[in-house]
């Protein structure tokens, strides 16, 4: 379970990310989380796996508390918390496989990493991970080959071979176009589903995050201003998420 009790963020520079936010999210949930542009979506994802330590607050995962962490149990902490980010995060030159493989790195002493020397086991959950995202066929080919969606499917089943208990993504589909950014959110939901892996997803598309998720966060200025099922908000909630700091557009693909 990831649990915030008043969690609050405040940058150097003064600029407040989040406001006093309370949350609980249960193994297993599929959650979005919207908002205008700059409301805190990102800062909210990020200090899950501490890419971004909060400033005051209670902030647990699974009962430990994540602000406590030391760099080698920070290290371990984020193997079972995996991130998926807008721009894929490959190495663009090597083969798909080497690619999801480079998750299993983390695991190896020096000399195995150098000879890159994986295990029988680590190239079978490689290849496990490619084929629940589609994409076992692709193994082989530079990942600078695919296409945009197919990247960011190699990106989630990097992330996929470390198997974290929970995925965080920050706008894993902005970059898509609206049928593969379907496709994309297609294999989250199976992933969500068929592993029950907790899924965190910052997202700009209103129309896919209630596709989606069972659970919306809408954050605007830090604060949380709704939470719910996905069946539960109304054009009237969504008014209020998005009133007038986006000169009116609500982010709908
Ligand atoms: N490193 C930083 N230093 C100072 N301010 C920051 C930093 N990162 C984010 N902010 C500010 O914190 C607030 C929340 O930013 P955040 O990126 O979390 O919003 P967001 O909802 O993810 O926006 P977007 O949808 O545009 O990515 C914004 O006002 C932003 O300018």
Redesign the pocket.
Known sequence: MIKMEHVSKV???G?V?LDDINLEIEQGEFVAII?T???????LIRTINRLTDITSGNLTVNGTDITKLKRKELRQFRRSVGMIFQSYNLVPRISVIKNVLNSRVAEMNFLQVLFAQFSKEDKKMALESLNRVGILDKAYIRTDELSGGQQQRVSLARTLAQDPQVLLAD?PVAALDPVTANEVMDNFKKINKELNKTVLI?I?HVDLALKYADRIIA?RK?KIVFDGPSDQVTQDILDDIYQKEDGGKNGKA
């Not at 542009?37 to 800062?43: D, H, I, L, P, V």
């Open positions: 940058y150097p520079n600029t990310g908002g542009s700059g409301a805190g979506k990102s800062t706008e910052n700009h954050i830090g």
